[in-house]
């Protein structure tokens, strides 16, 4: 089963940098897509970024341009650089694999990481 670490999470300004890294083991993670996903209090967790295995990025709209994925093979580690960061980036970010159409209620029950904290003050 595959274990994903999460790590890099703080609190950190409005219009501030973060980057986050996640360790992958228990998957083959040279041949998957990888992504980013984040759940705010009392919302769904949603994707946020994803990589392939070739390294084309997708981002949701309210990210695209500020932050940044990518991914280390040879670490089997993908990593999320989060620039001029808003207080609507506020949430727990977790990784996992790319998932296209992403369903919280479908993906649930999957294993996950406990995730890290990301916190913006205005």
């Known amino acids: 089963q595959v274990q994903l670490v999460e790590s890099g999470g703080g609190l950190v300004q409005a219009g501030g940098t973060l980057r986050l890294s996640c360790k992958v083991s228990g998957a083959r993670f040279e041949i998957n897509a990888w992504a980013w996903y984040r759940q705010a209090p009392g919302k769904q967790r949603d994707l946020v970024a994803g990589i392939g295995e070739h390294g084309y990025s997708t981002y949701v709209e309210s990210v695209n341009g500020r932050f940044i994925i990518s991914r280390d093979n040879a670490k089997n580690t993908v990593y999320l650089l989060m620039n001029n960061m808003k207080p609507e980036d506020t949430a727990v970010y977790y990784c996992?694999?790319?998932?296209?159409?992403?369903?919280?209620?479908?993906?649930?029950?999957?294993?996950w990481g406990q995730g890290t904290q990301v916190s913006v003050s205005s």
């Open positions: 996992n694999f790319y998932y296209d159409g992403f369903d919280w209620g479908v993906h649930a029950n999957d294993a």
